[in-house]
């Protein structure tokens, strides 16, 4: 019987050519694998300046920016969607898809259902808000804690917001009239400006950049700040179970700054 012959124009392979291309294949493949293995990552946030911010269609900001920079340097695909806070809590607490929110403060009650990664940034020391012609009357507390609680002041508080472990335990102390909303902080400012309120709590720099967006002049308001107030408090990317954990690794390394 003849051998069988191959086709005209075409060599049989070689087991050795044969192997070099099998490897040729898997090192052409693999950049689009190491996108393709990660699922896509719903990133939410509010538009909040100075912290997340639409520029045409590039979110920036504080705390948005070097997010979005380690997920492009960590190849995570990912894309942003704009939701209210409670609604960002509520998707995470759901874990029914890799949901992520920026920016939040770390709470061990959050560590239950969800994944911190290392921070992002560091807030200011946070002050009380408050308008200038008030200002005196806060001169009569010594500390901050004494303001939060002996305050007779009507402060206000975003419901279902940390302002971190230090403030959080203040205010849960607090007897004096404290007035809860449900409205960013743009809307929070028109209450304070409308005397619905005498205070609230807010970081300098957001206080600032938040005061120019509505075009108020910063002299209609006074920062008070105690000898005593906590630190700033370091935000993260927090995301639900449905994120592994390899994925948060994999967005630390990216960071190319770390705050302490």
């Given amino acids: 019987m003849l051998p069988r012959r191959a086709p005209s124009g075409l060599a049989p392979a070689r087991p050795g050519c044969l192997a070099r291309l099998v490897v040729a294949l898997i090192v052409s493949v693999a950049p689009a694998a190491a996108w393709a293995d990660t699922a ?3 990133v939410h946030f509010n538009p909040r300046i100075p912290y997340a911010f639409r520029d045409g269609d590039h979110i920036g900001g504080l705390v948005a920016g070097p997010i979005g920079a380690a997920l492009e340097a960590a190849r995570i695909p990912f894309v ?3 939701t209210p806070f409670s609604r960002q809590m509520a998707l995470l607490k759901g874990n029914q898809r890799q949901d992520c929110m920026i920016g939040m403060f770390r709470k061990p009650e959050r560590e239950k ?11 200011s020391p946070q002050i009380l808000l408050v308008r200038v012609e008030d200002a005196a009357a806060f001169n009569r507390y010594p500390s901050i804690r004494d303001a939060m609680q002996k305050g007779t002041f009507r402060l206000l508080v975003k419901e279902t917001y940390s302002y971190g472990p230090a403030f959080d335990q203040m205010l849960a102390e607090r007897t004096g ?8 902080n ?4 028109r209450m304070l400006v409308e005397s619905m309120a005498d205070a609230m709590i807010i970081a300098p720099e957001e206080a600032s950049a938040l005061i120019k967006s509505r075009g108020l002049s910063v002299e209609r308001f006074a920062y008070i700040k105690y000898p005593d107030t906590p630190q700033g408090e370091l935000r993260h990317l927090f995301c639900s179970m449905q994120v592994p954990q390899a994925t948060i690794d994999r967005f630390n390394r990216a960071l190319t700054s770390k705050p302490r």
């Fill in 113 to 123: 259902f969800g994944r911190f990664s290392e921070p992002v940034f560091r807030d």
């Fill in 40 to 42: 896509e990552l719903h």
């Fill in 177 to 184: 009239p404290t007035v809860r909303a449900y409205e960013e």
């Fill in 186 to 189: 743009d809307q929070m400012l």
């Fill in 80 to 82: 942003w969607e704009e």
